[in-house]
């Protein structure tokens, strides 16, 4: 495997970063991941815009010209010979001495790219299962719409839904409503066959697969109810999903132990996830 650090390709395994950068050390950067199908990248140009967003939110700057930096995406997904996978991209503020302001004007930001081989076949093996999600209390910072690698609530989130026997634990506002998954958004579909997810304005991230899917809905005259809902209201639910761009529209099945509608994966959320990529770009 190759990787792409700070303007060179250079074998995974001797892929460093400084010791003072300032990713590890204080979580101060962004980053991306896009899904690779047949060699192409899968709404990258959402993709991208999102991380300019970031990155203005962070105060940093583009690390260089959006189009020399597609080019190094692509050039790493042909470097890894990935036809069906992710492309992940991190940028940090850079190496400076340890100290919590920024570093000096003129540093220059770390720039990784990694490309990884996923068999499409997995995801599609488990989406006939459906998934069990836990809840958890939401207990992240209020910038969530940054996606900043600074993942700390979400790793001990997702470590504790796999150490319950789930895949994906969702954050709980102090409301008792879902926010969204620790590296997806949550989604139902209601009794009478709405979709429901969390307006993107507050508390969520908006996820590229979130926008699209709710295209796809359009597509399907499946109407969407952009707002909160409890966890109450999930477990009622005729079927729940969530949405990432490693997941497209995944079933969910039981939350905490309880089983949704059938306990098998819904007509709406299989629909939604075989549409999916007819709608990307
Ligand atoms: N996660 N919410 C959170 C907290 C996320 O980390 C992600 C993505 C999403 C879904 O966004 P999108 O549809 O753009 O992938 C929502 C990526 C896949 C990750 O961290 O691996």
Redesign the pocket.
Known sequence: RIAYVNGQYVPHGQAYVHIEDRGYQFADGV???CEVRAGRMIDER??ME?LERSLREMRMAMPMPLKALGIVLRETIRRNRVRDG?V?LQVTRGVAPRDHYFPAPGTPPSIVVTARHVDPAKGDALALQGMAVITVPENRWER?DI?TVG?LP?VLAKQAAKEAGAREAWFVDAEGRVT??????AWIVTRDGKLVTRPAESG????????VMMDVAEKLQIRVEERPFTVVEALAAREAFV?????FAMPVVRIDGQVIGDGIPGPVTRALRENFHHHAE
């Open positions: 980053y991306e991941v959402r993709h999102r992710f992940y969530v996606k993942l979400n969204e998954g620790g590296s997806t958004n969520i991230l908006r996820g590229i697969t979130r926008t949405t990432s761009a490693t997941n």
